[in-house]
């Protein structure tokens, strides 16, 4: 009987197979853990010092990068004084004096250094003055029948000290017009920078429409002369060129020839925040710096990167498991 030898394929040839063949080839990942805190410790640094830039620019915007401001002080402690108001009538002004050609009612009294006074009467702002000495005068309009005087003091950061005692003066003049013509003042007292645009709000009360006004501004330049329709709120602007304490004068008529007057004081100074805003606080101007606006794109460019580096790493190994399925070899 015939022997069968079973042959051996390959009887002398060795195939070694590398031990990952048919497993899925290793894929070293990126450990995204680190950058994640990273970015988001970075983002909130970045969107803090963004929040308080804004913020500092919606009290004060600036082309370049400058820091002022002002040490916060107690409001004032005294109270501003009040002389026994005096009624002057056209006809008793003094020769030389700035004349007004209507009636008059003189404020004057004593104040602390460097502080401003408002002087209310019956409720209603009718003059400011005051800069930096340590008495005051000015004159305002008298209303018909009794005016309570009052006088406000207010320091360099817009706060308020205890108010004068009540003055009291009646006031009968010889004709009336009715309604009475009156100017007040809409906006507290300003404290502002050279070539910075001053923004006066008058209040125009009563009298009969049309109505002319005449603002001298203090610094020696043209009277600013102007008609108003209707009565309410008007905006006066002006700048000033240099440096500071202006009184500012403002007289209107009506269409009767009833006449009235307004007074208040404006600090000019070379830094912003020397003086007092229509806020009655004092004001930071804080630019905003240049690189904050490239910091942004740039993180956000960061972010894009990671993001894609991240995509690419989850294609690449999905593309490689795929390729592991179709070309692994196959053993029978």
């Given at each position: ?204 009360i009563g009298g009969q429409a049309p109505y002319a006004i005449s603002v001298d501004w203090g610094d020696n330049k043209e009277t600013d002369l102007s008609v108003h329709r209707t009565s309410g709120k008007v905006k006066l602007s002006h700048r ?93």
């Open positions: 009987m015939a022997r069968i030898i079973k042959s051996k394929p390959h009887g002398r040839l060795k195939l070694s197979h590398h031990r990952h063949t048919g497993k899925r080839l290793p894929h070293h990942h990126t450990s995204y853990g680190g950058l994640i805190v990273l970015t988001v410790v970075a983002g909130i640094m970045l969107a803090f010092a963004t929040v308080s830039t804004l913020k500092a620019q919606t009290l004060q915007s600036s082309q370049s990068v400058s820091v002022s401001g002002v040490v916060p002080a107690p409001p004032p402690q005294e109270a501003a004084t009040v002389t026994q108001p005096t009624l002057v009538r056209a006809e008793e002004s003094k020769p030389g004096e700035r004349g007004l050609d209507f009636d008059t009612l003189a404020i004057s009294g004593v104040k602390l250094k460097d502080t401003i006074v408002e002087i209310y009467n019956n409720e209603l702002l009718a003059g400011a003055a005051g800069c930096r000495s340590e008495g005051y005068s000015l004159k305002i309009t008298p209303q018909y029948g009794n005016n309570l005087v009052v006088a406000k003091v207010v320091d360099n950061l817009g706060q308020y000290g205890p108010d004068s005692k009540t003055a009291s003066v009646v006031y009968l003049p010889k004709s009336k017009l009715e309604p009475q013509f009156l100017l007040s003042g809409a906006s507290k007292y300003f404290g502002l920078q050279v070539n910075q645009k001053h923004e006066l709000l008058i209040k125009i000033y060129d240099t440096t500071g304490c202006y009184n500012i004068i403002v007289q209107g008529e009506d269409n009767k020839g009833g006449k009235a007057y307004f007074r208040t004081t404006v600090l000019i100074s070379s830094l912003a925040g020397a003086g007092l805003s229509n806020t009655g606080a004092a004001f930071a101007n804080i630019s905003a710096i240049p690189t904050l606006g490239l910091l942004w794109p740039l993180y956000l460019a960061v972010l894009a990167f990671i993001a894609a580096f991240w995509l690419g790493e989850k294609y690449q190994v999905r593309r490689n498991h795929d390729l592991w399925k179709t070309r692994r070899p196959r053993y029978s």
